[in-house]
């Protein structure tokens, strides 16, 4: 099957529409850290909006790195384009608070990730262009596959198109991070984020908690613990990388054994649930997931705080902590 997706790549896109820009990112935390280095390295003037230098840690390390810091309203006066990376539940707050009406007929409000904008939790102004860019990977990468000389896979989008650039502008972010390197594609808010809330939940939720079963079924069935940890998490990283660059029909077909082929092939299929995953994928697109989190986070995020309490002080964890030093990570 083809496909019919545009893929931008380097020479498909241009930096001039940022030529004498200022490009305001508020928040600098993992992803802010990685987009504002990416950026300035790239030739744009980037400047950081950070929370109270008294409460928050992103306005010292971000002046340590060299940039110059505001609070977030006077970043966004500064600005032509404000890159919005804070967390998603917590962006409401400080748009309304500092952002909002703060902007100027003309500038550009930019996300990395949909979700405030396709729930209504952010309403934008609508003489401003409303765009998208995320690196499909988290802030350390992201910096280092830049530096490196290579990129990250991204993806951009626009929702609201005033001056008739949104989308060249989000462009030009996206190859200043370096996405448009490996390629980057268009695609809407909405895909953009149920993709990514979808994939959270399946991908990250299921390949943890199979680690997590795989190490408690072992360890209770007399293996010894180090390598029960070690068959859950380290013999993954293995092949992720060799999949990744061939697919998984070569990898199978020609870089595993005959017996790992066998296994993937016949009871690989046993331990996934697909009507399960299906469930999740509707619950996703009827904005579920997005209702559940939004709910969690105004309460204090009490589900959270106790999972985070049950498995920090898991068996698991505490066989991992002693298996990373005791054996290598090279």
Known sequence: MAFTEKIYRDDDVSMDILKDQTVAIIGYGSQGTAQSNNLRDSGVNVIIGAG?????PDWEKAENDGFEVYSVADAVKKADIVHVLLQDPAQPGVYYESIHENMREGQTLSFAHGFAVLYGTIQPRPDVDVILFVPNGPGPVVRQKYLDG???YGAVSVDQDYSGKAR???LAIAKGVGSTKPGTVYLSFQKETEGDNFEEQVLYGG???LMRAIY???AENGYPKSFAYAKAIRSIRSIIDD?????IEEYLTRRASRTC???VRTSGPRVINYDEIQKIFEETERGEFARNWLVEFNHGM????RLRRKWKDSDMEAVGKEWRTKFSQS
């Open 52 to 56: 109270p230098k008294w409460r928050y």
């Open 150 to 152: 290579s990129g990250i």
């Open 168 to 170: 060249e502008k989000a």
């Open 207 to 209: 390949t943890i908690h």
């Open 216 to 218: 408690e079924i072992m």
């Open 243 to 247: 999949i990744d660059e061939v697919g």
């Open 261 to 263: 082929e066998f296994a």
């Open 302 to 305: 009490p589900v959270l705080n």
